[in-house]
């Protein structure tokens, strides 16, 4: 399969289902506690500080970043696509969640 994977953004589409003040907080507040931590990992590189300890903080900066990637490709799953789907515009959406899912696993 050699078709890019890079998928272009699309401003103009809206979420099929739109995200509760809940669920935006969570993600929001998942976001800004890995903003910490990599400004936390630069002040441990400007520190000169233990590779595998800042190994050990990137990893754990690329896992929250999953989790708050994986949060979304369920909410963009069961809402937009299901959505699209019951439209009878599952095909184009379908393959767009594919794309998505292998851009996303390459990561």
């Known amino acids: ?33 890995v903003e910490g931590q990599v400004r936390g990992i630069q002040k441990m590189i400007e520190e000169d500080r233990y590779c595998v300890d800042i190994l050990v903080q990137v990893s754990a900066v690329n896992a929250a970043l999953k989790k708050v990637g994986y949060t979304l490709l369920e909410d963009h799953t069961r809402g937009c696509v299901t959505n699209a789907v019951k439209q009878g515009e599952g095909e184009e959406t379908i393959n767009e969640l594919m794309k998505v899912i292998q851009q996303f696993s390459k990561s």
């Open 1 to 33: 399969m050699d078709e890019k994977l890079t998928i272009p953004l699309t401003p103009e589409k809206t979420p099929a289902k739109m995200r509760s003040e809940e669920d935006k907080k969570l993600l929001i507040q998942r976001l800004k506690r």
